[in-house]
Each structure stands twice: as C-alpha cells, then as structure tokens.
C-alpha cells in the first residue's frame, strides 16, 4: 500500500534552516510528482512547489523562491523540502503529497510540525 | 497567485444538501479542468474528495460531486452526516497550484 512517512518535529531558531524528509514506498517513487503543502496553526493549506522525482526538477510557489530547496535521492525513495532563513511566521505543519497529474494530491504524508521560536 | 475564495463556513442538517463554492478567475478555475477538494478532519492530513472537477477516487462516497461553470467551481454533499463535519479546501491549477481559504462545514 502506499505510504509517505515524514521526519519528525522540528524547533527551530530565526534564521536557521529546516530540511523535512517524506520516504515513499508502495509504489514507484519516480512516477509521480511530489508536491510540498503547509499549513500554519489554524490556517488553510498553503502550497509551496512540487519536484519531478525522476529528473530532480522543481517548481516553486512565488512566495518561496529563494528559501525553499526540493531535493529527492531515488536510491532510498524519499523527497526532501527545505527552508531557510526561517522566521515565526514559518512556523506550521508542513506535509507531502503525491500526485499523479493536475491537482490531484492522492496520499499525504502524516506531517511534520516545524515551529519556528527564539 | 492570489488563493481562491470559499465562503469560511456553512451548515446543514444531517439528511440535507449543502454546497460550497469556490471562485477563482479565467487565470485558474477557469482555464482548467484541473479542480480538486480535499476534506480535513482536526489535527488530520487532508483527504482527496474530488479531482479534474467532477471525479472521484475510488473509495469516497457517491454522496460527494463536483461541478464547474466559469470561474467558480463547487462541491456539493447530499445526504449530509455527522462525519462529514470537517474543513473543505478546492484547489486549481493555475500554471502553479493555488489552494482556496477553506470552508469549515457544520453539521448541526
């Protein structure tokens, strides 16, 4: 069956950088895009950009460019999102997705909760 | 990329119909038959409903359907539950993807 298995919470200080890993399994990781969704307390969702796990490239949100970085090692199946240069503002559960085409996001990752405090 | 608008909350009673919309412009919504809902349950990840507008995944409830006209896209769920009380999100391609601001849905 299919299963996107995040890395655990995060603390983390202003400015720091956070990398959040999803491991795939159940199906072929290369086949799908990965998309990278967030959501601060009591927020909507928030999408941040997706990567090709095949050939490594990525698409942003306008929002992110230049903090965030959406990396894969097809060797263990699993995406990696991270961000830097983080301020409180970045604090949120940050979760991945699978997509087979379009906005169809199939199976989330359980989340990971990265707060961002001095 | 400016979110798509939901109304933030609707109610219905269990056994009736409700209907949540979503309004992009002919940038998104419009432009593409690429709309999706998602349901989320507190403290839950978000669960595919509905995806290219109208269809949906195997093992959601037929009670569940999605429709397009223009700009604004819907999600209708009859038959309305107790479980069905979560928080809504359409979602639409966009050249990028943009999510609208939520509907939290009341079952009274």
């Known amino acids: 069956q299919v299963q996107l298995v995040q890395s655990g919470a995060e603390v983390k200080k202003p400015g720091a950088s956070v990398k959040v890993s999803c491991k795939a399994s159940?199906?072929?990781?290369?086949?799908?895009?990965m998309h990278w969704v967030r959501q601060a307390p009591g927020q909507g969702l928030e999408w941040m950009g997706r990567?090709?796990?095949?050939?490594?490239?990525?698409n942003y949100a306008q929002k992110f460019q230049g903090r965030v970085t959406m990396t894969r090692d097809t060797s263990i199946s699993t995406a990696y999102m991270e961000l830097s240069r983080l301020r409180s503002d970045d604090t949120a559960v940050y979760y991945c997705?699978?997509?087979?085409?379009?906005?169809?996001?199939?199976?989330w990752g359980q989340g990971t909760l990265v707060t961002v405090s001095s | 990329q400016s979110a798509l608008t939901q109304p933030a909350s609707v109610s219905g009673s269990p056994g009736q119909s409700i209907t949540i919309s979503c309004t992009g412009t002919?940038?998104?919504?419009?432009?593409?038959?690429?709309v999706s809902w998602y349901q989320q349950h507190p403290g839950k990840a978000p669960k595919l409903m509905i995806y290219?507008?109208?269809k949906r995944p195997s093992g959601v409830s037929n009670r569940f359907s999605g429709s397009k006209s223009g700009n604004t896209a819907s999600l209708t769920i009859s038959g309305l539950q107790a479980e069905d009380e979560a928080d809504y999100y359409c979602?639409?391609?966009?050249?990028?993807?943009?999510f609208g601001g939520g509907t939290k849905l009341t079952v009274l």
């Open positions: 997705a699978r997509n087979p085409a379009g906005t169809e996001l199939d199976y």
């Open positions: 002919s940038s998104d919504v419009g432009s593409y038959n690429l």
């Open positions: 979602c639409s391609y966009a050249g990028t993807v943009v």
């Open positions: 990567i090709n796990p095949n050939s490594g490239g990525t």
């Open positions: 290219e507008v109208s």
């Open positions: 159940g199906y072929t990781f290369t086949g799908y895009y």
